[in-house]
């Protein structure tokens, strides 16, 4: 059975000592938030995650989800009552407005918690965190009806939702969408259509459970401009917010897919189904979009909680494995071999995803923070470059982070040899559920085309140029001999990135392709620079504990990894500006019969 | 249901234009292997590939194997009609002494035939794979009487073999073996331990399984030179040939796995069973070894065949799904979207793995040559070179056709989107099933340390000399102008190598660890160098017979994709380099119980 400890410490390092929340105290909920209210409260989700989730993280792939006749679906053993503590505990809403049950805690503690629970289980995690993305939709989008209707509820996890967009001939190409709604007398719609891949579609761990439709009003223009978003309760509340009756919306099946079995993946169909506007008419992309920022945000913390999960238990293989001797000589001659861990190239594995794991949560986290200055903040000027921080390192989170939990994720199971691909050991697991988060929430392709097709030029490029001006401003005022080999690496590295940032300019205006065919480079080359950023801060905060007398093993790692990722992981920048600078010719050259 | 053509053309191409294999003709067998014979054996195996055994994958997949109460194991339906297909086709001794009834074709062909097997379904490939290495291992070393009583029965199909390597204990460590071999007063053993992870323990596509048993003889040395090779029929044949008594060998459960579900993968018993001796007492290990070279190369190449067969998916979707429109404009402004083969990006996803796969299978090619020189030449010298290529490369093919041939279906699904995480489309069984090739057989970095620690410095450096000898005496001959974008960046990557060289002679004697610590980087560096002369090679095939007037789509597609994996590919070569030469101090530092 795999192992799962909540990286507390290292989260807490962030919060207080890199990011320094307590500089967000201005903002509400966050001078609640003390340095130990922090700390009990993420301790306390780490005891529930640790002890009451994860357990039933390798039974519940196992198992899977199961659709009855009827169309209801069971989910896994154990997840009712782990959901019920999860309510119980009042997590749902731990950072949603006092007024409709919530603890107003910052968003970025849902992130912590996000990642702790997706590590413990990402098939279970999802139930709760598509709860989320659908309070968060209502907040920004419904009526004070609405509001009061369905947000108490879901904050108290007694119904939870949805996010129902794809249908077989539509999937990033929303434009597409079929799914039909038709206005009523009474002033809400029927809604007809098929959805597919609607995760948590249909369970049990709920007694409601609140779709959020894109669907296609009658007589609606053509395309994306189209859309309209709708409320599609599975129960209809009645006026005193008690249930009535079933409404038209059914799972058809569930989907056998590749992972996450514990969460059901359905086919729901929509069959005269009663649905209530949200937002605006023919604008359910833009309520959409501003829900996905965030979705995308949690996708990434995904991949890292899975990169985290894989972490662990591979170091901790590495240290028990016994298996052949040290190349310097045996290291201990009275075993039969030595742990596998004296290996170099066992060392590269672990280091590597170990590298990327810090330097990921600290860019989610630093992401987070600009999240609720974003939501929160009075000051506009603050608000509107929080927000520019949020549209351009979001796709680049989303991506990075999943490719690389991905790939980490197959490190980890490298270092269990055959027994990484043996189901009991779990770790097959985890590549298995960390694929689906390169694809959802649109694919990393897509999420490179959003950095490079609308977020670099958005605003004359304030955005970047705001990131570069940070980047640049840190390296003028860190440039003394105990950062130099930190700061050093990272200023090639940005200056690649500006170097791929004009090539863009100057190639990819007059042709487009140009820009098509460096985008995936480019987001991964943002994203190597971002994490170097943070390793530097980082580093920062570590040097400066270490100053100030903390002997701490941990503070002294932290220097040692980010040599790591220094020395072997940023080098790859150039690799990527080589192939931006190539341009689209041998990729468009072929004829599509050729391929 | 996925799809799949064996690349008829392609092989054809490099056996005929790329490596002339008419060349070959002084070796046994090849004589008569002429164009004509090779295309008609080849398309006949691809038939058979293509319709009988690629149509079992995915429902053999979702099927399994069945292990009965009395260790009987069932695998899929119609794996027993496609394998007794297999054999009556002559297939399983295609390459095998005509004396044993084979037909004495170059093992190149064999190699071949493995490929288009290995796409159709993986799982299928091997139990026939596994025999032909345990053929291999009795032709090698086994007496003249074991030749007669096993060979003619295995080539027939009508027996099967397996190899029996690794214990729970003992994986990449062979010298932790504890299954037992008691000599017996009629000259047999009695053999008792447990062996996991024996890919067609057990089945019932045979009448007779030859297990290939490494055990420690009582009073053997301890260690890796303490272990024999043993021959154990799952039934004991008669002095007549027939079928005797039952040996004590059982399966004792099949593994639950990520993939490769239509092989079954046992935990053996052997309880009192008893075995014959083959090769030498206490040599065991030397006797899989010179198995191991060719299985290496075997599951180097089921990469590769996982990779195309995953092309191939992915290039046909690319083709058909419409999504969205093009960055230049609607290229089908009739239909309700383009497909997406008209975005870059999901291009240069394709490309890399069009591009791997063509060099891949060159590299295969070329290598099995060497093999069928270094098994059929009377040429001494020509033997020791070709062996010397075959010991420098065999590990560098395992690792990056595997490693690759894993991101690539990888890649492959990303294409399909939110589908191909869908199991009813298959791509997700590519990437479960491609995951092993990267383990088994010797882990990835146990290749990588093969490499550097054994085959470069073996003979004072004498292969990689003539591999460098190659490469450059290539460079100079091929100058001109049309071969320059290939030889350029080839001479480039070329350097890098080189330089890493150099760097390991420097650093490495008096700290094994900065081997260890550049073994993987310096395997991959070398496959990329490996894989761009390949493309050299190919290039300059193409250009010929176009200047010979061939006017082949084809042969202009060999153009533009060499010069994408020049322009793509290769400039990965300078990331490993600067990673070599980073050392291994930030791997080494941390102690064990900080990871």
Redesign the interface.
């Known amino acids: 059975m795999p192992i799962y400890k909540a990286p507390l410490d290292e989260t807490l390092f962030l919060l207080n000592d890199v990011f320094q929340i307590g500089r967000y105290n201005n903002l509400p909920g966050f001078a609640d938030a003390s340095p130990d209210l922090l700390e009990a409260v993420l301790s306390e989700a780490a005891k529930l995650c640790e002890e009451v989730v994860q357990p039933l993280n390798l039974p519940g792939d196992k198992e899977g989800c199961t659709r009855h006749s009827d169309g209801s679906v069971a989910t896994p053993k154990g997840f009712q009552q782990a959901f019920r503590k999860y309510s119980e505990g009042g997590w749902m809403g731990i950072s949603a407005p006092a007024e409709y049950g919530g603890q107003g805690l910052p968003e970025t503690v849902t992130t912590i918690v996000g990642e702790f629970l997706a590590s413990a289980s990402m098939a279970f995690a999802m139930y709760p965190g598509l709860t989320q993305g659908a309070i968060a939709a209502i907040l920004r989008h419904g009526t004070a009806e609405q509001k009061a209707a369905y947000l108490p509820k879901m904050i108290e996890g007694l119904w939870t939702g949805t996010m129902n967009l794809?249908e077989p001939?539509?999937?990033?190409?929303l434009?597409?969408l079929r799914t039909k709604a038709v206005r009523q007398a009474d002033g809400s719609y029927k809604i007809n259509g098929t959805k597919?891949?609607i995760s948590a579609g249909e369970h049990d761990l709920s007694e409601n459970i609140v779709h959020l439709v894109l669907a296609r009003i009658e007589g609606a223009p053509a395309g994306i401009r189209g859309t309209t978003l709708f409320i599609v309760p599975k129960i209809l509340p009645k006026a005193d917010g008690s249930l009535g009756a079933k409404n038209g919306v059914f799972c058809g099946s569930i989907?056998?897919?590749?992972?996450i079995h514990g969460n059901s993946t359905c086919v729901m169909n929509y069959d005269s189904a009663t649905g209530f506007l949200i937002g605006e008419e023919n604008r359910g992309i833009n309520a959409m979009f501003t829900m996905m920022n965030e979705a995308r945000l949690g996708v990434g913390v995904q991949g890292l909680a899975i990169s985290e999960v894989a972490y662990q238990n591979a170091?901790a293989y590495?240290?028990d494995r016994?298996?052949?001797r040290a190349?310097?000589g045996a290291k201990f001659p009275d075993k039969?071999?030595d742990?596998i861990?004296?290996?170099?190239?066992?060392?590269?594995?672990?280091?590597t995803i170990?590298a990327f794991n810090e330097a990921g949560r600290a860019l989610v986290l630093w992401t987070a923070l600009q999240g609720d200055v974003t939501h929160r903040s009075g000051d506009d000027q603050a608000k509107i470059a929080a927000d520019d921080h949020m549209g351009l390192l979001t796709p680049v989170i989303k991506a990075i982070l999943t490719d690389q939990g991905?790939a980490n994720a197959?490190l980890a199971?490298?270092v269990y040899?055959?027994?990484?691909?043996?189901?009991?050991h779990g770790m097959?697991q985890f590549?298995?559920d960390a694929?689906?988060t390169?694809?959802?929430e649109g694919?990393?392709?897509i999420q490179?085309?959003d950095l490079v097709?609308r977020k670099l030029p958005k605003d004359g490029g304030r955005a970047l140029q705001a990131f570069f001006a940070e980047v640049q401003g840190y390296l003028k005022t860190h440039g003394d001999d105990a950062m130099k080999p930190y700061v050093g690496p990272l200023g090639t590295a940005l200056g690649h990135l500006q170097q791929a940032t004009m090539w863009l300019m100057t190639n990819a205006m007059a042709k487009?392709?140009n820009?098509?065919?460096a985008?995936?480079d480019y987001l991964q080359l943002f994203g190597l620079v971002a994490l170097g950023y943070m390793w530097c801060r980082m580093v920062e905060a570590a040097q400066a504990k270490l100053a100030a007398g903390a002997a701490s093993?941990?503070m002294n790692?932290k220097l040692?990894?980010g040599?790591?990722f220094m020395?072997?992981m940023l080098?790859?920048t150039?690799?990527h500006l080589?192939?931006i600078q190539?341009g689209?010719?041998?990729?468009?050259?072929?004829?599509?019969?050729?391929?």
């Open positions: 794809t001939q539509c999937g990033t190409d434009g597409l597919i891949f989907e056998e897919k590749m992972g170091a590495a240290r016994l298996q052949g190349l310097t039969p071999a742990p861990i004296v290996h170099p190239d066992v060392r590269r594995m672990l280091m170990r991905f197959v199971q490298q040899g055959g027994h990484g691909y043996i189901a009991e097959e590549v298995r694929r689906i390169m694809i959802y694919a990393n392709g490179a085309l097709g487009p392709d820009a098509g065919a985008s995936s093993e941990r790692a040692v990894t040599r790591f020395e072997r080098p790859e150039s690799t080589a192939r190539a689209a010719g041998s990729l468009m050259e072929l004829p599509a019969e050729a391929f």
